[in-house]
Each structure stands twice: as structure tokens, then as C-alpha cells.
């Protein structure tokens, strides 16, 4: 059965265990990274968030021994534990008993009580759960495996990024499209003039309805048997249940909106591609819908990087959401008008009018390069880049694969390095993943900041230059009990 909720007293003195834990955190660390190391041996799982993502991640059951699952929603718990005993027959793992997976309704509990009994997390909570969970598991020595967005505020991104540096473990964040060999293949041709000189670069994600949107602010309501809703809450700030707030992806809270719920898939492979860095300025130019409690239904953004080694300056341009289809112009795929319209890029037009098809394709989200000779383009997920117009692919030779490609996709690249006891993997921590979520979520800072007001950003000392009141949205205030 689940553990119950705790009360403030056992709050405290867990944290307390768990920071005097975390100060031992060598001597932990390495007998965990050697022990996943040893040849034959099934590696130790701790699932953390079993809804959803997590649901999907306990149909590893035949390559890991889940020895716990941490889920605050019982009926989530369950299904989990009913997946993890259906794979484990389909695959004929004979000594799979679902009595021996120790389960939880709070990490914290989890890792004060098992921790050594654990090789790697899985993570797989609301956003603004990853970060907690994350750092505790790479204190304490555990490979951690977190889906993405990585974390929920900037500063976290840094701080994950620095302990992963100083830790052997392995880290990962599930954006899947990185393993697929797309971006690879998109930055070689890049790479190699494919489309000359970059002008542009736009990336886009026109799905609205669960991650913007102004709405009521919700009425308290009973909590629904079976929901720890304490442990659901975690740093978060405490406020009576509502189930207005599942799905919480759009609420400001909890999710990091379309920018974190999608721009993790499609902005990875821009990131990658041109070996970004800090933007110095970001720009809000276009957005609706706007709420103090939730992300805009649409917006554009504007970020501006520095020029790099033999590059000049390029915009990238982000746009997410959609808006309403007032005038009827826009029409579905059964030609009759839509409430809402995807909320494009001008420049998508290009592709409409050099390949139809492949624009229906990528209207739901993807990547435009535009550069002097064509453009580039590519789906969301490390979709394959595909060259127009069909006359600039004809004359374009492909230059032969050279950067490395995942194995096994994005799962795969970190088992395989956990299995090893350590190595690098794709989108580590201190390597991609920290240092692209603290570009990306930039974005939400000039979300703040309103139309056209431009945040002039120091990537390297994290803060506003031209507007230090923002400095406050950088880093939030965790509630107690609930620490970094």
C-alpha cells in the first residue's frame, strides 16, 4: 500500500537525513556507479511519477528490476504495477513479483528509506517536480534518467548541470527526438553549405489546448480518494485541490507551457544544429491571451545569440499556440473553416508553395533554417531534414555521417552508458540538457516582460541586465520540506 502523507515533524527530519546523506555524497556515490558496472547484472530501478510518461517507462520491466515506484495518485500506481507485470510475462522474465516493488507516494520517503538498494531514476513527474527528485538522486549517486523539460526555472538547469559535472553518474533528459540521428544530420548539413549563409531560423508548435490559455481560477474541491495531493504539490506552493489544475502543463506552477512541453523537441535540434549558447536578447513579439496564472494561448519570440566562430549573428524565432480563426480563412483538412488557426511563421509559406505536402506535415510543429541558396526543414522528434527547393537537393551532395548517433535512441544512449558504470550520452546534463533548458527558458522571461520590451541577458552570470525585476523569475522560492 501507499505511505502515508507525512506530517510536518517526519517533513523535517527526513530533509534533515537526507541533507546529512547528500554531505556524505562521494563516499555514497561511487559504490552505486560500480555496482551498475557489474557484467549480467539487471540494473536496480527507482520509478519516480507513473502517469502519462511514466506509465510509458514501466514497459521497461525485461532490461531493469523495478525495485520502487513513487506515484502521489494510487490509480496511476496501480496501472504502473499492472504494465510492469504484463511486460515482465511477455518477455518470460520468470522471477518477476510485483510484492517486491517497495511503492511510495512521496520520493522523499523513497530515497530516506531505500536509497541503496537503487542503481538509476527514472523521472517522469509534473515539471515542477523534476528538478527535487533529480538532484537528490545524483547526490546520492544514482544514474537519473529525467523526461523532459529537465527542470521548471533556470537557475535549476545551472544547478543540475554543475552537480552532474561533479558526479560519475549518468545523466540523460528524455527529449526522444535526440536519439534518433536527425540532428546529426542536420547540423553536417548545415555544416556543409547545404543552404549557404543561415539568415533565419524559426521552430514552431502550434498545439494549444493543454499547455496556454487563460482560464477562471479554479474552485477549491474535495481531494479524490487515493491522491496524496500534499506530495502531488511538492515545492509548489500550497493551495486547495482542484482538477482544473490536471492537465497542468499551461498553469505557470506546474508546467512550463508549449515552450517546455514541445519546444524541448523541436528547439533541441536548433540548439544542437548550430552549437548555440546564451541568447544576449530575447523579445516577445507577438501573444494572446495572456493570464497571470497560465502561459499565453500563442506567442512569438524572438532570440538574438552573439556570432559564433565563422558565423554571423542569426535570429531564431520561436511560435507556439494558436489563434482564433475570425475571418473563416483558415480550413481544415475537410476544407471547411476551424475555430483556431495554427499560429505559423510567415516564412512557413515557402514551404507551402515548394512542397504541399510536406507542409501538411509540418504544420503541427518543426524547424525552418532559411539560408541564400534554399532552406532546410525538419519535423519535431529529430524528424529528417529535407532540403528545398528540389533543385538546390539535386545539386547538394550529402557529406558522409561523421558526428556519433545515439544507439538505441535516447533510452538506449543512457542505458548503455549506466551498464558501463558511467560515459557520456547525448543529452546529458552538464553537456546539452542544462545548458539548452537555460537558453530556452529565457523565452518565459520576456513573456514577462510584455510586447516588444527586449530582456537583454548574461548567460554566464544568469540575470537581466536591463531589467532586474525579472531577476526574481530566474530562481523560485521552494516550499518547505521541498529543497534543491
Known sequence: ???????????????????????????????????????????????????????????????????????????????????????????????????????????????????????????????????????????????????????????????????????????????????????????????????????EVHAWHVFASRFGGSMPKPAPQPVPAGLDWDAWLGPAQERPFSSVYRPWHGWCDFGTGSLGGWGTHVMDAVCFAMQLGYPERVELLDVGDVSDDRFPRWSTVRYDFPPRAGSPAVPVYWHEGSKPNTDGSYKGPDGTPTQTRPHLPPAFAEIERLDPELAKRLTGAGNLFVGEHGIICCGSHGGSPVLLPASRRQEFIPPAAHLPRPRGGIMGDFLTACRAGGGSTFSGFATFAGPFMEMLLVAHLAMRAGLNQPVQWDGAAMECTNRPDLNQYVRREYRKGWTL
Not at 57 to 71: H, K, R
Not at 110 to 130: C, R, Y
Not at 133 to 148: D, N, S
Open 1 to 199: 500500500m501507499m505511505t502515508k502523507r507525512s506530517n510536518r515533524r517526519d517533513v523535517l527530519k527526513r530533509a534533515g537525513s537526507l541533507a546529512a546523506v547528500a554531505a556524505a555524497g562521494q563516499l555514497l556515490s561511487v559504490p552505486a556507479v560500480l555496482r551498475a558496472s557489474q557484467p549480467g547484472r539487471r540494473l536496480n530501478v527507482a520509478a519516480i511519477g507513473c502517469g502519462g510518461r511514466g506509465l510509458y517507462m514501466s514497459g521497461l520491466a525485461p532490461e531493469l528490476n523495478y525495485v520502487a515506484l513513487v506515484e502521489p495518485d494510487a490509480g496511476n500506481l496501480q496501472r504502473a504495477l499492472a504494465r510492469l507485470a504484463d511486460g515482465a510475462g511477455k518477455a518470460g522474465v520468470a522471477d518477476f513479483d510485483p510484492a517486491r516493488i517497495k511503492t511510495f507516494s512521496d520520493y522523499r520517503t523513497m530515497f530516506d528509506k531505500i536509497h541503496k538498494e537503487i542503481d538509476l531514476v527514472l523521472i517522469a513527474t509534473p515539471d515542477h517536480q523534476h528538478a527535487c527528485p533529480t538532484m537528490m538522486a545524483i547526490r546520492l549517486g544514482k544514474h537519473v534518467y529525467c523526461e523532459k523539460p529537465l527542470v521548471h526555472h533556470i537557475a535549476e538547469a545551472r544547478a543540475l548541470g554543475d552537480a552532474a559535472r561533479q558526479s560519475p553518474v549518468v545523466t540523460q533528459m528524455g527529449n526522444q527526438g535526440s536519439g534518433t540521428g536527425g540532428h546529426q544530420t542536420l547540423r553536417e548539413w548545415l555544416e556543409a553549405g547545404a543552404i549557404g549563409a543561415l539568415r
